[in-house]
């Protein structure tokens, strides 16, 4: 019964957030979990077939909505926490829209995005039957300390999920050594040749995480993914049992998985590797993946994945969280060759992180190029980039604190393109600007 | 007039944006018509010499990867302690800060420090997290930056940086951040530090110039409105 009335309360908490315009995607769940603390473990028992897990630094939820758009399209019920709220009151979030009034819930599979830092809490109360695990980059210094930190509680949370197959990206040296604790059964994918050109970006994963050296690289992708090997202790990339070859980095998107050919109409190199985890997944749980490009079609990436806004040109935005996915957005934008407005708005919020010091981190200074017309800056802390742009030698035309005002600006230009960069509580305010934006303009 | 700037070990502590500090530091140089030549020194790098160098810069790094580099920097003890004691100047952030000192002590071993200063270092048990802003008695600006720091220092009778405004500083109730001793200023602020403190990388730089130049006067003063309405904002902010 306290289930029950926890599920109402919860259903009714997400109603009344819609009514007043809120998106709640964890609040009635921790609401939901104060009632009844017990509701997140039921899922073990709901869930028919398998507990996919999936964590990582960076393309947590493209990866794990891919895999929930793969298994929906197969014609299963898929108990999924799409919005990425990604901590224990999320997962509860996530079951309470999955649950009828009646509080049952028909789910074949669930596919859960989990914050790293949450994984001990959350592994405690689900057992899950495969764990994905993206990468590892430097994020949000302040809340893990460091990423060694990180790297502990992972393996913690490894030991406490108990019977798990790993599916790991063989690139990431920070991400294989998960792989070689005894008892552990890891499958890896990854990208088996150089495709991007070679460029020295920030790489904190560089030494070996075993003995300490300095890894040896015979190509990487970015960050410390790629091809690589310790001299001193011979820990290295493992051939990958998913393997990516003959990458086109274009739109389309081509490349082989297993000599199979993909092609993917998403922006940005970094996809190739949600894809392959997904490929890779689905292969360890036993669903076919002979038409997985046809199982891909129903998804739809999340607010701010490089995504569309029309108005008299397009305006992309993009989410970025590290210096690793800011990295990635500032490549991605540098392959649009058209002229283009940029927008980069940085905060310091909880969820940000309130040390802003990896902006430092970034390669900022890649975004100026002759197809770049405008740069504006705003945000809560739109000092501290236009001072990382200032000491780059690079002229800001515009410091706002209206995102409004910066793509009103923008829009007035003779570029082709806006780009918006923004990091986490950036996201929804800017999205709301645009929105707003377009109904002023269709009004 | 031209200053030589070696960054130690950038491919082991290079946590916190510390080439923000870095940049700071040459671009208000040669903004004033002053050259400035960068050298890094890394780990695969022979042959040590800093006969020639104005301003050294040792930055923070993750637990590992520091003792890695003072293991390095232990066997050039010698150079790097003249090199203070004969005024050069010498900027270390976080774990550069703790690496100066006698030693750090952590939960199972204790990494020997340089022994540059008289001060020790002992980990603490949660981190200390957070914006912080000192005041300093040799600028009128405020110090603000940020600090994430495991380690709680004691500085003995050294001079510290700065008086705490907001924040923890050296543990959590030093009351102060930091250490300066002839030219070297050492701080847990990482930030990066400089960029938002014009006058403290001002006071740097003018101590190494004057040092290699001792006919040379003062700064010229250079348009840092970005960077005090920065400084600024910090103070406002967190300063109840």
């Known amino acids: 019964m306290r289930k029950l009335i926890a599920i109402w309360a919860g259903k009714l908490l997400t109603f009344v957030g819609k009514l007043i315009g809120r998106k709640s995607s964890s609040s009635p769940g921790a609401f939901a979990l104060k009632i009844y603390p017990a509701l997140v473990s039921d899922l073990n028992s709901i869930v028919k077939k398998k507990i996919i897990v999936t964590c990582g630094t960076n393309g947590k939820t493209t990866t794990n909505n891919l895999m929930c758009s793969a298994l929906e399209a197969k014609g299963y019920k898929v108990l999924c926490n799409r919005l990425g709220a990604n901590m224990l009151s999320g997962v509860a979030t996530a079951y309470l829209q999955a649950a009828d009034m009646s509080g049952r819930v028909q789910a074949d599979y669930a596919c859960l995005e989990i914050d790293e830092a949450y994984t001990p809490i959350v592994f405690k109360q689900i057992k899950p039957d495969v764990i994905i695990i993206t990468n590892l980059f430097r994020d949000q210094l302040d809340r893990y300390g460091e990423i060694d930190i990180t790297v502990d509680i992972i393996k913690k949370a490894i030991e406490e999920a108990g019977d798990v197959r790993l599916v790991l990206n063989a690139d990431d040296p920070l991400c294989v050594q998960f792989g070689r604790a005894s008892g552990v059964r890891a499958v890896y994918y990854g990208i088996s040749e150089k495709v991007l050109p070679q460029v020295d970006d920030t790489k904190e994963g560089r030494f070996c995480p075993i003995c300490g050296s300095e890894l040896e690289f015979e190509f990487y992708h970015y960050s410390q993914l790629g091809k690589f090997r310790c001299p001193a202790c011979g820990y290295r990339r493992p051939e990958p049992d998913y393997d990516i070859t003959n990458v086109y980095v274009g739109t389309p998107m081509r490349f082989d998985i297993n000599g199979s050919p993909m092609k993917i109409n998403y922006k940005g190199f970094y996809n190739i590797y949600n894809l392959a985890g997904v490929y890779a997944a689905l292969n360890v749980i036993g669903e076919t993946v002979n038409d997985f490009g046809k199982l891909l079609e129903g998804y739809k990436p999340q607010i701010g994945r490089m995504q569309e806004f029309m108005f008299n040109k397009p305006v992309i935005l993009s989410l970025s969280k590290n210096p690793a996915g800011f990295n ?12 283009k407005d940029v927008i980069i708005a940085i905060n310091d919020l909880a969820n940000d992180g309130r040390d802003v010091s990896w902006l430092w981190d970034v390669d900022f200074h890649k975004i100026k190029n002759e197809r770049l017309n405008t740069l504006t800056t705003t945000g809560i802390r739109v000092y501290d980039i236009s001072l990382r742009f200032k000491y780059a030698g690079i002229d800001v035309d515009m410091m706002t604190d209206s995102m409004k005002a910066a793509v009103k600006s923008a829009l007035a230009t003779d570029s082709k393109v806006v780009y918006v960069l923004v990091n986490y509580t950036a996201l929804y305010p800017t999205e709301g600007v645009l929105n707003e934006l377009q109904k002023e303009e269709g009004a | 007039m031209k200053i030589k700037i070696m960054h130690l070990y950038p ?8 080439r923000g500090n870095i940049e700071c530091l040459r671009r208000r140089l040669l903004w004033r018509g002053i050259d400035a030549e960068v050298v890094s020194y890394t ?25 890695i580099v003072c293991s390095r920097l232990l066997e050039h003890k010698a150079e790097l302690s003249a090199f203070v004691e004969n005024g050069g100047s010498l900027v270390a952030v976080c774990g550069g800060y703790q690496l100066l000192g006698k030693y750090y002590k ?33 600028i009128t600006q405020k110090i603000v930056g940020f600090e994430n720091h495991g380690g709680r220092t004691y500085i003995g009778s050294h001079k510290p940086l700065g008086r705490v405004v907001c924040g923890y500083g050296n543990a959590e109730d030093a009351g102060a951040e930091g250490v300066i001793y002839k030219n070297v ?10 960029p938002k403190n014009p006058q403290l990388c001002d006071y740097i730089l003018k101590n190494a110039i004057k040092h290699k130049y001792p006919e ?3 700064l010229e003063p250079i348009d840092d409105l970005l960077e005090n309405t920065a400084n600024d904002y910090i103070v406002k902010r967190f300063v109840k």
């Open chain 2, 43 to 67: 780990c695969d790098d022979k042959g040590f010499d800093i006969s020639d160098v104005d301003i050294i810069f040792l930055g923070g790094g993750s637990d590992r990867e520091q003792k």
């Open chain 2, 106 to 138: 952590l939960e199972d071993e204790t990494i020997e420090g340089l022994d540059i200063l008289n001060i020790y270092t002992e980990q603490g048990k949660k981190r200390l997290i957070g914006n912080i802003v000192l005041e300093a008695d040799f």
């Open chain 2, 11 to 18: 491919d082991l502590l290079n946590l916190y944006g510390d």
């Open chain 2, 216 to 218: 040379f006067t003062d």
């Open chain 2, 185 to 194: 200023v050492a701080t847990y602020l990482h930030g990066p530090l400089l």
């Open chain 1, 328 to 339: 990635q957005a500032i490549a991605t934008v540098n392959t649009d060759e058209r002229k």
